[in-house]
């Protein structure tokens, strides 16, 4: 079975650095993805780990420990365009699905 | 370059109709895949066409069916319209058969009363 979990609401301050986790049980695993959407607009791709570690680009990093199921998203220097829901996905051993989470809703305060 | 796009934006349907949903994908990719989003949830994957094949499933019964066309562009269509089928639609586009990395469209917004 597929189970992914990351809190439904997070709430920050403009400037400020939000973490947003994420975990995990999969029967298969091919990458641990994250896309970002604003309401009423499509997806986007921010990252993937697939390896264990910590990948940064720019003001965005996300971690993966696969030992653990677990995944994080770091958010620097928060600003009020990055109040959006934040999607958690795994994908499966052929590559070609996305298990998504629930998406976290993550409102940006001035 | 062009993105992803999906046709109609929003309809409305009753119980029983049927329903057909157009993605055109992002210059350059050969894939798409159709993913049901609904409101307050995460997307959930319907299917992915590569090569106009069929190559993969979620877990949606058969009356859920799709197409892709030589140009890479893509149907999904819908049968027997029930109340739960109300959704977010989205049609994503990538490069190759065996990559998560997707671009998505905005979506069809569909609501069945």
């Known amino acids: 079975g597929q189970n992914i979990d990351q809190p439904t609401e997070m709430t920050a301050t403009e400037g400020a650095i939000v973490q947003i986790n994420c975990t995990y049980q999969t029967s298969g695993f091919n990458g641990l993805f994250w896309y970002q959407q604003h309401a009423g607009e499509a997806p986007t791709f921010l990252s993937y780990n697939v390896l264990d570690g910590l990948e940064e680009k720019g003001r965005f990093s996300s971690f993966l420990s696969r030992s653990k199921g677990y995944s994080y998203l770091l958010l620097k220097e928060l600003q009020m365009k990055d109040s959006a829901s934040y999607l958690c996905a795994v994908g499966n051993n052929a590559g070609n699905m996305l298990t998504f989470g629930g998406g976290t809703r993550l409102m940006v305060k001035p | 370059e062009t993105g992803v796009t999906q046709s109609p934006t929003h309809l409305i349907k009753t119980r029983g109709q049927q329903v057909t949903l157009r993605c055109s994908s992002q210059?350059?990719?050969?894939?798409v895949s159709w993913y049901q989003q609904a409101l307050g949830q995460g997307p959930q994957f319907i299917f992915q066409?590569?090569?106009?094949?069929?190559?993969g499933r979620g877990n949606f019964p058969p009356r859920f069916s799709g197409l892709q066309f030589p140009n890479y562009s893509s149907e999904l269509n819908v049968n027997a319209l029930e109340l739960d089928d109300s959704a977010l639609y989205l049609c994503?586009?990538?490069?190759?058969?065996?990559?998560?990395?997707?671009?998505f469209g905005a979506g069809s917004r569909l609501t069945v009363l």
């Open positions: 210059s350059g990719h050969n894939t």
């Open positions: 994503a586009s990538s490069l190759g058969e065996s990559t998560n990395v997707l671009t």
């Open positions: 066409y590569y090569r106009e094949e069929e190559n």
